[in-house]
């Protein structure tokens, strides 16, 4: 008898790296049963383009969400994956911004830009 090979999940590669960093914003938008919400939350991790972080609030993937941070920040957030955490009654979530922001905590950096410091030969 032939053993059934589980399915492949699709795998996407993430578009920059993720930092360890804790940073605190206010967080709104309505959880999986619609209700309203307001949670004063804690990054865990953060990349040029999102980051993840720990609530109480069951939160579908896919919501989108207000993120208000210090200093006036707000941003529009799509929450791209939810991960439960039964023994802390938590779930972790990750966060993807809706639109690029120079104002956000990472920026990306362009693969085709020159180095800090690269010396441009002279033409003569």
Do not use: C
Not at 2 to 11: A, G, R, S, T, Y
Not at 17 to 42: A, T, W
Not at 64 to 70: I, M
Not at 98 to 122: F, H, I, M, N
């Amino acid at each position: 008898m032939k053993k059934e090979k589980p399915p492949i999940k699709n795998f996407i590669a993430r578009k920059s790296k993720r930092v360890h960093l804790k940073i605190r914003f206010k967080v709104s938008g309505r959880d999986q049963y619609g209700n309203q919400f307001e949670d004063h939350i804690e990054t865990q991790n953060v990349g040029s383009s999102g980051g993840s972080f720990a609530t109480k609030w069951e939160i579908r993937v896919g919501s989108t969400l207000k993120l208000t941070g210090p200093k006036g920040f707000v941003s529009l957030v799509r929450v791209v994956w939810v991960k439960e955490d039964y023994k802390a009654v938590r779930r972790m979530v990750g966060f993807q911004l809706l639109e690029p922001r120079k104002d956000w905590v990472l920026q990306s950096q362009s693969r085709t830009a020159p180095l800090a410091g690269a010396r441009v030969p002279k033409k003569g």
